[in-house]
T-cell receptor
Framework: NAGVTQTPKFQVLKTGQSMTLQCAQD?????MSWYRQDPGMGLRLIHY???????DQGEVPNGYNVSRSTTEDFPLRLLSAAPSQTSVYFC?????????????FGDGTRLSIL | AQTVTQSQPEMSVQEAETVTLSCTYD???????LFWYKQPPSRQMILVIR??????QNATENRFSVNFQKAAKSFSLKISDSQLGDTAMYFC????????FGKGTRLHILP
């Protein structure tokens, strides 16, 4: 099993550019989520999805969009990149929401906004 | 909104000692789940232990155990006989319909 696959692993953008971080899982997981990790801030939830066609905002959703057209894919879009969005981004999935099933994490995307 | 607080940004202990990492959370829900994750320098997120709020018995996994105090909304992690490989960031996480993490505790195991 590939698990949770994030692409790209590294990206450098200029302020104002847009881009999409890709996340795919092959475990038929209902729940998927995006986090950003910054020094001293832990992992902060950006958006999450409890199933195909359903998305909701997390703790820090501003500046990001998501969609969930299939069970497998959960892309994260930066509409107009800002230096404050420089971070490491993690995608995660689990079998279902509101359960004791742990999340499976991707390897992360290191994003730098100049 | 749910919050998770880890009050110890950084800790150091000698190898073979026991260490306890604290975590408190705030919620009005009665049914939820709690997790501890470990993040070594490789940046991988690794599940350490989990606890269901409806279970009174504290979870244990080999050298790792928790002290779950539901009324106090406390969920501490105890690592016994600590090893050099335990050096990592440790995150406490709370789950109802979404999963929220604390800011983490950086743990150093000293030889």
């Amino acid at each position: 099993n590939a698990g949770v696959t994030q692409t790209p692993k590294f990206q450098v953008l200029k302020t104002g550019q847009s881009m999409t971080l890709q996340c795919a899982q092959d475990m038929n997981h209902e729940y998927m989520s995006w986090y950003r990790q910054d020094p001293g801030m832990g992992l902060r939830l950006i958006h999450y999805s409890v199933g195909a066609g359903i998305t909701d905002q997390g703790e820090v959703p501003n500046g990001y969009n998501v969609s969930r057209s299939t069970t497998e894919d959960f892309p994260l879009r930066l509409l107009s990149a800002a230096p404050s969005q420089t971070s490491v981004y993690f995608c995660a999935s689990s079998y279902s929401f509101a359960s004791n099933q742990p999340q499976h994490f991707g390897d992360g995307t290191r994003l730098s906004i100049l | 909104a749910q919050t998770v607080t880890q009050s110890q940004p950084e800790m150091s202990v000698q190898e073979a000692e026991t260490v306890t990492l604290s975590c408190t959370y705030d919620t009005s829900e009665n049914n939820y789940y709690l997790f501890w994750y470990k993040q070594p320098p490789s940046r991988q997120m690794i599940l350490v232990i989990r606890q269901e709020a409806y279970k009174q018995q504290n979870a244990t996994e080999n050298r790792f155990s928790v002290n779950f105090q539901k009324a106090a909304k406390s969920f501490s992690l105890k690592i016994s006989d600590s090893q050099l490989g335990d050096t990592a960031m440790y995150f406490c996480a709370f789950r109802d319909d979404k999963i929220i993490f604390g800011k983490g505790t950086r743990l150093h195991i000293l030889p």
